[in-house]
């Protein structure tokens, strides 16, 4: 994925990124379930970025590629 997509720019507009108090509760979420902060950044990246196709073509299989990463 490309690195610019992941720049916290791409998502400031969203309250988990914009907002201090909902971005620690996003943080201590994440870490009470073993999940890192950067694959939900990247999940909802994906979302933004495929939200106006019609088809998922491909979507799965990115789905599963981030979700392979948390341990």
Same mark, same amino acid.
């Not at 970025?49 to 088809?55: A, D, G, K, P, T």
């Given at each position: 994925?490309? &690195?610019?997509? =992941?720049?916290?720019?791409? =998502?400031?507009? =969203?309250?988990?990124?914009? &907002?201090?108090? @909902?971005?620690?509760?996003?943080? %201590? $979420?994440? @870490?009470? +379930?073993?999940?890192? $902060?950067? !694959?939900?950044?990247? =999940? !909802?990246?994906?979302?933004?970025? %495929?939200? +106006?196709?019609? %088809? @998922? @073509? *491909? $979507?799965?299989?990115?789905?599963?590629?981030?979700? *392979? %990463?948390?341990?």
């Amino acid at each position: 994925m490309d &690195n610019e997509a =992941l720049d916290e720019g791409y =998502l400031s507009d =969203l309250p988990l990124w914009a &907002n201090t108090k @909902a971005r620690s509760i996003l943080e %201590r $979420v994440c @870490a009470d +379930h073993g999940v890192p $902060v950067d !694959v939900i950044t990247e =999940l !909802v990246t994906l979302q933004r970025e %495929r939200q +106006h196709q019609e %088809r @998922a @073509a *491909g $979507v799965y299989p990115r789905i599963e590629e981030i979700l *392979g %990463r948390i341990d």
